[in-house]
T-cell receptor
Framework: AQSVAQPEDQVNVAEGNPLTVKCTYS??????LFWYVQYPNRGLQFLLK??????LVKGSYGFEAEFNKSQTSFHLKKPSALVSDSALYFC???????????????FGAGTRLAVHP | DGGITQSPKYLFRKEGQNVTLSCEQN?????MYWYRQDPGQGLRLIYY???????QKGDIAEGYSVSREKKESFPLTVTSAQKNPTAFYLC?????????????FGPGTRLTVL
């Protein structure tokens, strides 16, 4: 069975410093990995995904994520944090398919990022 | 959130009532999904639909029902059998053709049981 772990409930970063939000996964076969961001009382916004190829994936709003197969990780990073980056971040993995070949996303519990001025 | 609308934004339900949450998309997506979000638990799949007039139970379907009569619409009914319905409900859609397809989410409906 596939699963996703986000080991930190909250990450605190000073504005201008680099940030990392951690994600590890377990899946049979090739993993397809996603990061989403959620602002209060809003839906999830897609940031980036890893399908294959280059282990460093670049996404929206200056975010990037590094896929590490040996460590089964897909950490989200940004070189310089902004106060406006403060939000809830979700990692998700898709590897299995429903009957008929459609994807099922498994979400981590989320990590709250707080960027302080 | 663009392309997927959910209504209402806030919904209050009395004990024993059924309520229906609306989800509409104009992205021409075949697949649609309903998730439930509770604090600290991430998102859990309630129902999904790959095509019109077809839908499947997700991980927590008990106490919920859906229909898919039109490609654009996937309403969710929270029945009185759902013992703890207070949560944030999110609708999503994608082409549904591949496991690599990104799911796009609506803005959500917050349901509170009074």
């Amino acid at each position: 069975a596939q699963s996703v772990a986000q080991p930190e409930d909250q990450v605190n970063v000073a504005e201008g410093n680099p940030l990392t939000v951690k994600c590890t996964y377990s899946v049979s076969g090739n993993p397809y990995l996603f990061w989403y961001v959620q602002y209060p009382n809003r839906g999830l916004q897609f940031l980036l995904k890893y399908i294959t190829g280059d282990n460093l994936v670049k996404g929206s709003y200056g975010f990037e994520a590094e896929f590490n197969k040996s460590q089964t990780s897909f950490h989200l990073k940004k070189p310089s944090a902004l106060v406006s980056d403060s939000a809830l971040y979700f990692c998700a993995v898709s590897g299995e398919t429903f009957s008929g070949g459609y994807n099922k996303l498994i979400f981590g519990a989320g990590t709250r990022l707080a960027v302080h001025p | 959130d663009g392309g997927i609308t959910q209504s209402p934004k806030y919904l209050f339900r009395k004990e024993g009532q059924n309520v229906t949450l609306s989800c509409e998309q104009n992205l021409n997506h075949d697949a649609m999904y309903w998730y439930r979000q509770d604090p600290g638990q991430g998102l859990r799949l309630i129902y999904y639909s790959q095509i019109v007039n077809d839908f499947q139970k997700g991980d927590i379907a008990e106490g919920y029902s859906v229909s898919r009569e039109k490609k654009e619409s996937f309403p969710l009914t929270v029945t009185s059998a759902q013992k703890n319905p207070t949560a944030f409900y999110l609708c999503a859609s994608n082409t549904g053709q591949f496991s690599t397809d990104t799911q796009y989410f609506g803005p959500g409906t917050r349901l509170t049981v009074l």
